[in-house]
Structures are given as structure tokens and as C-alpha cells.
Nanobody
Framework: VQLVESGGGSVQAGGSLRLSCAAS????????MGWFRQAPGKERETVAA????????YEADSVKGRFTISRDNDKDTVYLQMDSLKPEDTAIYYC????????????????????WGQGTQVTVSS
């Protein structure tokens, strides 16, 4: 499966962006998915995760109440709606898929995922 992120860009603080992660190749509708981000000089950080049905989700404390993860399995696409953006949200955002069967769980650690997109830059100015 190949993952392609889109929707990144530059926005002022308080603005919104919606990231998309489209899966191609084998259908991703049975995969747990996650969004991660990495700012310059920092480690990769978990942002949000979702199980394959979309019925169970996780958002990190740093984004809770501002970001929402969702998926449309008919389109093999996972979304990250980002509202009330802050300068500290500036980073490259990556989506990831966990291809081994994972039941109804979501996963929050980067090393639990085995497929990664190329990333999309999000820049928030003050």
C-alpha cells in the first residue's frame, strides 16, 4: 500500500487546514491509521490515531479539542481536520498505516506502523 498526504500549507494562527491521506495499491480500509508530525530538531510525535472502522480514535493532549481524525473507507482516505492552529503545530505531518491485522484497536507508537507517506509541510505563523 502507498500513502500520499495532501492538504498542507501555510496558515496564520487560529486558522484551519484539513490533511488527507489517500491509500493506493491494496485497499487500506482494514488498516489502523495514524497521523504523526516532526518539527525541526525534534522527535516524531504522535498526533492522532484511528482504528479501521473509524469507531475508535485517539488525539494527543497537545491537539485535543483542536484536531479531529476521521476516515472514509469507501475512498481509502484518512483525514486530519486541524482547527485553531498554533505556531507550535508547525511541522511535517506524516500519515502511517499498520498493515498487520489489528482488530478494533488503534495504535499510538510510530514503531507500530509499517507504511508511511512522504509527509506534508504545515506552517503556522503568528
Amino acid at each position: 500500500v502507498q500513502l500520499v498526504e495532501s492538504g498542507g500549507g501555510s496558515v496564520q494562527a487560529g486558522g484551519s487546514l484539513r490533511l488527507s491521506c489517500a491509500a493506493s495499491g491494496r485497499t487500506a480500509r482494514r488498516y489502523a491509521m495514524g497521523w504523526f508530525r516532526q518539527a525541526p530538531g525534534k522527535e516524531r510525535e504522535t498526533v492522532a490515531a484511528i482504528n479501521w472502522t473509524g469507531g475508535s480514535t485517539y488525539e494527543a493532549d497537545s491537539v485535543k479539542g483542536r484536531f479531529t481524525i476521521s476516515r472514509d473507507n469507501d475512498k481509502d482516505t484518512v483525514y486530519l481536520q486541524m482547527d485553531s492552529l498554533k505556531p507550535e503545530d508547525t511541522a511535517i505531518y506524516y500519515c502511517a498505516a499498520r498493515t498487520p491485522y489489528s482488530g478494533l484497536h488503534y495504535f499510538t507508537a510510530p514503531d507500530e506502523y509499517d507504511r508511511w507517506g512522504q509527509g506534508t509541510q504545515v506552517t503556522v505563523s503568528s
